[in-house]
């Protein structure tokens, strides 16, 4: 079965670090692609960052230079290492998953709508 489960969230005072896990199984993690996408009260979900089992990374303008998303050897884990966190971080962040190929109209993976399998979301308060 697909099954995505992100941990590591919590509380931290502004400028401070978090690291996240996703934690994939129930899927080949050859030539898929692995999303963060965050979302605030009243806000839509918004593309963190995304990595495909290859290795290539995309990142949000408002990330790049203090995230960084990564994956374990065997591609069964991915990170998100925030670094100097800001209030306007705060959301429940989720895990997402895709399989290649994607939809033509998917261009850079940080779309929600480029998705199909979703984690429950882990809440990261920034404050």
Wanted: proline content about 4%.
């Amino acid at each position: 079965h697909v099954q995505l489960v992100e941990s590591g969230g919590g509380s931290v005072q502004a400028g401070g670090s978090l690291r996240l896990s996703c934690a994939a199984s129930g899927y080949t993690y050859n030539n898929i692609y692995m999303a963060w996408f965050r979302q605030a009260p009243g806000k839509e979900r918004e593309g963190v960052a995304r990595i495909h089992s290859a290795g290539s990374t995309r990142y949000a303008d408002s990330v790049m230079g203090r995230f960084t998303i990564s994956q374990d050897s065997d591609k069964s884990t991915m990170y998100l290492q925030m670094t100097t966190l800001k209030p306007d971080d705060t959301g429940i962040y989720y895990c997402a998953y895709m399989p290649a190929p994607t939809p033509t109209t998917c261009t850079n993976m940080l779309e929600a709508s480029c998705y199909n399998t979703w984690g429950q979301g882990t809440q990261v308060t920034v404050s």
